[in-house]
């Protein structure tokens, strides 16, 4: 493989900058071994100003000294026409427009929103799991009116979503389809973005509910497990390609979701039956779990963990505390391996929900995408 | 009903009396309309100083007065002969021993600790649940060696198994058998007494692990909601008793329990499969929940909550900080009834645990055991 | 004393009703012996709607059926003519010009904003301290143009001023003026109302910060422990009075505020010099705020606390968890009662900031109002 | 100066190890430039276990592979005979025999307990304060009998403590004498060891009591800020030297602690006053609070900070959970430079209160002892 450091620096953009999410994104590109932040986008309150006054930077990390006199620019095309790829921490009630918007302009977007996760074009990625997903964007440039050269639209998926699809793919890889899931997680605050969750409702408490998060669990784990399958499409016999939502092997999925209060992680309690007869062992999901290797790694994506699920032997680990924090948040932590008296097995799992549960997961989706050709580098 | 105020007061004694479920004990004894405080037993190290020497006092309520001078004995039968009965309060390596003593003293145990409660005489009685099996007591008494006339042991269901229990058995109660649990916790700091988890260890964190607790929860959970079966002894034909740990439908449980950051209130996180089918809906369980009463309420125990289970209607109730305390953390809340796509129905129970999961159901079992004469009053 | 049970109800109505403090207001004042709700008043938004659906609760506490159906009205003093008190819970974005209106409508406010806590007219009064200074009413009344013969505006304190206020005036009754003051102060999360504190700023950590608070509490103090003086007006020689603000003997004062991940509960490090000398002992002190006993309480307000200060002789407490909630959080809490180095005493305070420090505040007001006779009964 | 890379690795012990302060000495000296692991010691209990089953490992860093089969030995001198310097994280209740032990066996002890803060041949150093009390050494080798040669011990300050002492002696060497100082601290549970401080005694609440930590703060402040002094000894005229504890211009010190529920980090709200009139201004503090570099630093200690104390401009920093991690936590953070109205600046102190507070310290001396060449390298 070429080496990586030599390639010329990828121009990036950033919209919805100063929000939460595109606060991480920044503090992981500037640090980025092939890209370079070239352009902030932000709401028109923020427009204009340096984006060290327009923004309320609440990372642990200092902000680079690169993007404090960046001034941040309107959330539209022409001042990112230069971007190679486009990042998108943009809220839900904005991203659709805009993002849209940018596709049309013929650039690519790396979206964290959940505006176009169901889109039947656009592939919803984790990238330790399905970057093959990513074969859609040709058919979703064809589609597109007009046609698209270089523009499209990649999501990656609900930062709870990402946290169990890890292990369940693997052991999918190994072991075949899973037949049913019951998840109950116990969600960190920052996943709620900032401000977020009012201490009050958090403090010596938790909370049985999160608006939309059991069903968004339950349809982009399908969408991202699930294969891409050919169509014949009613319009003159033209084939295309649909997502199968693991349709071959339905997969019954019941999700619970819990608001706790922990700063940064998600950890979810898990249970699985197989389709094959007789399931896997806990010792061989155990050792399925720890020997995967996602694609990503592989193919030398800087920001994908070298080690993608760290299984632990200890009775109670992971934790997020103690967790979280490894291989700065990209792999995903697994415990507790062990029979389920009513499924087959059950563990539990942690992943940082900041990390690969949001802007790690669009930053190695970009990192994938070129080194698939798929942006221009 | 024979107003119960016009009683003379019944003599109570508090084993483990400088312990957490001690003082629980104390608080609530020394408001209790029928019991009066009569002695205290504790460790030998507290033995013979008066209580408000020997305790390190944990309860936000104030140490009632009444018990500040009393002596401290030593957890022998001796100084407990006149109370008609003895709460326990004792930690699980100790209480087994002197619990079985003060049963061969002839005296009337209710214990908190677990050490009994998979004993086949002895019942595990959550008292809004099972009261029932409260029958038990004469086979236990005759059995004994020389057999009893008013000793014996009941025991009391650990938090989190308290918890759950009273929804399910208000569903089989009305829908009949409960064929498979899958049951998630979420459980205060409290259920481990103290000083119980040190604070490195859960702020900012939940751990995914309480040692022997998942055991528990899905062995208790067959004996309270199981029944009583005449079984032929093999010692001459004799017929005895013996609790069928729910054996007529066998019921499939699976418990994960975590810790969290929580001072006071268990919640979990319940999904059920029925035996009947079709199943019945979200609407005819809240209804069915909504209007179970427990026999303890019913028969007029005062320390039973008029409202055995309140069914809450907003998305993200209950919580541990807003529902533990209404009815004296007695009852126990339900929310979020709803369909689960992998069983039939899943919802959110939450308890305080430190009430109707402790102190409060020893104190209601004892005042079953008074109304139904079991034990001299 | 007139037994206050036997008085026809008051009719009492409350602004902000469906904000945090308004809720609180409405919480007490459910079940308060003398006063009744009368008329709800909260924004255009919610103006028309019943309160139970125009709310979005927050308290512990059930909300009260008496107020579910009640229709909120917007804050005009039309629907509130027949109030003999007006309760304002207001933002103060918004209170001056609603209370001001109010006021000039001749109606009677008890207000719980900062808004005209610095007016040279209006009482700033902590009912624990210094009714007193309701005598400024009058004036307040015939310097209105027109003159008013009902309507006034009182305002109380700050939470984090209540809390140290008491004692400190325990203080100067008994051993004469305090010389200089510093005071640090770690506050809890509902001082800031709802949302209020967003989580993520406080879960695992203290802010040093809270924005304006250690100028009123510095200002605040100063003008509630100081007396009434007259003055002669420049407008034709008629004798005014004012607050004096401690000015006979100054008052140096310095204020440091942190925010803490508590629930409920302001605990302030204090520590003072007095004027005379030698200054007395810490046990003196211990003694004095023991044995203090509010005005409040003596001429029989139903809702100030038996026990103005409770002192604690435990070294480590008070503490906000144990000890917030005794007297419905009416009293304030003192511990570790020790010499100070520096100055002469110090020691630990603790108030119930929703209760005595904002709600109970106005409503014991009130009351002090009602037995004054200067609010029509 | 030379390299210090080409150094012969010199080998250390850790006394104290399987503990939370030995675990971090662990952590730190695993990945040390200059010192290699060569013992580890702890109790009887540990003796004999290889590292890994003897510890209950609790940093989040993992454990370094290299200790994990280290076999743990006995707390006495024989294993440690060829270490150049003796870490000690060991408990008070036995640190005073043991490290007297080691010091009589001519090891050179540098230690994080408390036993011989007070010693008056034993310096108390915060590196980043006073290294040159490290010149007493001789004097305690000669005073011992017999001499020592290489033997000595040498502490570093409570966790406190040293968060404070760094930015006063930054200001105390420009400003000249301070004058008074009143400190109130919000510390970590960290700061009390595992378990430590029990959940319920802090979740939703805070203590204001610490044993014994304000008589340490007073305390060890004036030997850390004070100098040292020569003095005529009684014993035949010869010159002795001795810590003069800031006697020259006496500091009057008033502290009070408290603990707060935040995992790691010390705050402190800071007031001093100046021996110079006029005192300094607000920004005259912050140039020298930021200007201030370390000798420690200046040698080219590895393990000191880079900027000794960061000055933050926002006016709610430093806050525990956004600041104690820069540098590793080796440095101090300050902000909210004010005037005091009642003495003369006020301001927040944050610091790590697990490194610099404690075996960072640690580190550092030892480092500052080699460049110095009081321990053989």
Redo the contacts between chains.
Sequence with gaps: MQRQSDRPPIKVGILGATGTVGQRFITLLSVHPWFTIHALGASSRSAGKPYAQAVNW?Q?A?MPSAVKDMVVQECVPEPFAECAIVFSGLDADVAGDIEAAFRSADLAVFSNAKNFRRDPHVPLVVPLVNPSHLSILRQQQALHSPPLEKGFIVTNANCSTTAHVIPLHALEAEFGPID???V?T?QA??GAG????????????????I?GEEEKL?WETRKILGGISDIDSSEGGRVLQEFDMHAQTPL???A?C?R????VGH?M?V?VKFSRRPPPSPQQVSEALQAYRSEAQLQGCPSAPVQTITVHDE????????DR??QDGAGVNV??VRQ????DI?F?VLADNVSIGAATSSIINAEVAVLKGIVAS
Tied chains: 1, 2, 3, 4.
Aim: proline share 14%; aromatic share 6%.
């Design positions: 609440k642990i200092y049913t899931l019951m109950t116990l605050i920052s900032y401000p977020g969750v009012p201490s009050l409702d958090i403090l010596d408490n938790v909370v049985p509910y608006s339950e019954k999925i019941s619970s819990n706790v209060p922990v700063t950890m309690n249970s009775p109670d680990r992971p934790q997020p505390r103690m924090a490894h415990g507790r389920c008296p009513v499924l059950k539990v």
